[in-house]
């Protein structure tokens, strides 16, 4: 990790029980096989959202596993990516609930530039085998990271898509921030409870409420350099 606001408040991790597995246990799978996202966009989340800006947290589960798609920020994808089934569904949610035009491309990047951390719980994946790297520490990272936006003083909410994420809702102040959840955006529940919940204009009206300022969710893609 490079150092940013997180660091001050993250290094102690590095010296707990699970981080030198952890991290031998990732080198090792890049080594004999492919790993997604690229060891550079490993914490891209934490470099383009600073603690201090964090206005919204979206929480995934872990990267895309397929070629050329996870480059650290949950649910998106870089330029020229065909966009997976669950960023379609938000995109369409998105559609519904601001009236924001689809993206062409499905980097979330301006989001995250925009308060927006999108983290994912499980930071790395082998290639096209989901979950293959859950359960070696990064929840344990990740965790505290979800606690320290906890800890903020002023109001952050907190988006939970599915029953993994939702599993989080223990870690979070609830008398201090919201909580926004629903299905999954995945095509096996998105008509179970996604479609409709209007997450984006619920947490800009949270935050107003809460005297911040609100997210521009669109357009989408007006800077994702």
Not at 6 to 17: D, Q
Not at 60 to 68: E, F, I, L, N, R
Not at 129 to 141: C, I, L, T
């Amino acid at each position: 990790m490079t150092a940013t606001d997180w660091n001050p408040v993250l290094r102690g991790e590095f010296a707990k029980p699970y981080w030198e597995p952890l991290q031998r246990f990732v080198a090792e799978e890049r080594a004999r096989s492919e790993v997604y996202p690229d060891a550079v966009d490993t914490f891209a989340a934490l470099h383009l959202t600073p603690l201090a800006e964090v206005k919204v947290l979206i929480l995934g589960q872990d990267p895309y596993h397929g070629p050329g798609q996870a480059h650290g920020l949950c649910f998106s994808v870089r330029d020229g990516v065909a966009h997976p089934p669950s960023l379609r569904n938000i995109f369409e949610e998105l559609q519904a609930d601001l009236g924001c035009v689809p993206p062409a491309r499905g980097d979330l990047t301006a989001w995250a530039r925009q308060g927006v951390l999108l983290l994912n719980a499980v930071l790395t994946v082998r290639a096209r085998s989901a979950g293959s790297h859950a359960n070696k520490g990064w929840e344990q990272f990740t965790d505290e990271v979800i606690r320290a936006v906890s800890a903020k003083p002023e109001r952050v909410v907190f988006i939970l898509w599915g029953a993994y994420a939702r599993r989080k809702k223990g870690l979070i102040d609830l008398g201090r921030h919201v909580v926004i959840e629903s299905a999954h955006p995945s095509p096996l529940s998105a008509r179970n409870g996604f479609f409709g919940s209007r997450p984006f204009s619920r947490a800009n009206a949270a935050l107003a409420d809460g005297g911040r300022p609100v997210v521009p969710w669109c357009p989408v893609d007006s800077d994702s350099g």
